[in-house]
Each structure stands twice: as structure tokens, then as C-alpha cells.
């Protein structure tokens, strides 16, 4: 009976957060278990029953150390995981890229700071998680809103497709758009990411070379003339 009892303790703290310690706690217990029930006051114990104690005491600590060594593993295995979702989490906020992640119900799962400057987006738009108040508030700032949201909605029922173009707001900026999905390592869609990156000054920069060159090239075919 006081072997199923330690067993059930080591059940039942298992499914509880001190379970390392109870594992350690029943190591312990076993490890002296024949030796405390051989010198047991009034009882005669058997060599076969001793025998068999002791193979049940070396099981337990068997089972301890396996236990154990699980457990470590999984720690070691959540403190990677948490590290890389620290470092993901990290590069994300930091990029001069907005970015929006949708998952497959086209739900929003993550987006960063940036993403919310430059389209100026309201927090109770972000605060429901749904990505069609925010298509509808940021297609209100592009100069072809229809063609916009058609585009978006494309994407979204074309899962594979992956999409580079540039879209012009009314304010004057220009924003260069790339959308790809996000795949499992079976190929399952999971959802769409999409990124948002200002080039309105390096656009600014092109014309005025491309005017700065057809000025010349005009004053050459005038000079030409003379």
C-alpha cells in the first residue's frame, strides 16, 4: 500500500508545477526503501520479497532520472524557442519596413510600430484583430482605392502568389508593397505576410535626375541647332 501511495504522489505531482522537485523527493524515498523496510520493527521479510522490493525501488529511480532528463530536455527546448521569439519579436519592431502578418482567416496575428506610422492607423482599427477595418481605413489614403482593395483580395484568394508593386497615397507618397504567404513545412497555409516600405524620397531623387537628364538632353538638340 505505501508503494502505490508514492506512486500515486508522483502521478499527481507530475500534473503539477513541482513536479521536478517530487521526482526528486521520490528518488530519495527509494533509494533507502528495502534497507527501511527490512529493519521494519516486527516483520520478517522474505529474500524473494526483498528482492523484488529492491528491483522495484531501482525501477523507481530509474523512472526518476528518465523523468528527469525529459524535463530538462523540454526546458532546454522552451528556452530556444523563447529566445528566438525575443530575437523575431525584435527584428520586427526595429525594421524600417512596416509589417502586417494575417493568418489563414485573415485575422490579424502581429504587426509593428512602423506598420501603424505609415499608414496612420487608429488603435481600436488594430484593437479587433480583423483585417477588413483596416483594408478599408488604409485604402482610404491610397489614390485608386478600388483597384487597391481588388489587389489585396486577390492575394488572398490566390494563396501561392507572391507580389512586389508600388502604391501611390494621396498625400503624395509612394510605398513599395511585397506580399508573400506563409507556409508549414508541409506546404499548409498558414497565412499572408505583408510588408510596407516608404520610398518616396529615393522616387523624389529618380525624377529629379530623369528632369535634370531631359534638360540636357534638350539643350544638346538646341545647341545642335545654333
Known sequence: LGLLTLFAVAVSHFLSSGFISSVLRLQAL?????????????????????????????????MAV?????????????EELRYKNILLATQQEVSIEGILIVDGNQRIVSYNRRFVEIWGIPPEF???????????????????PEAFIERVRYLYDHRDEISQEEIVLEDGRVLERYSAPMLGADRSYLGRVWYFRDVTEGKQAETAM???LELQDQIARVAATV
Not at 529493519?39 to 522495484?56: G, M
Not at 528518465?66 to 522552451?78: G, M, N, P, S, W
Open 30 to 62: 527509494t533509494r533507502a526503501l528495502p534497507a527501511r523496510l527490512v529493519n521494519a520493527a516486527n516483520i520478517t521479510w522474505p529474500e524473494s520479497r526483498i528482492a523484488e522490493l529492491d528491483e522495484l525501488s531501482h525501477n523507481f529511480r530509474e
Open 66 to 78: 528518465a523523468l528527469l532528463e525529459d524535463i530538462t530536455q523540454r526546458q532546454k527546448v522552451e
Open 126 to 144: 488594430l484593437s479587433s484583430k480583423e483585417d477588413g477595418p483596416v483594408l478599408e481605413f488604409v485604402s482610404c489614403k491610397v489614390v485608386d
Open 210 to 212: 530623369r528632369e535634370r
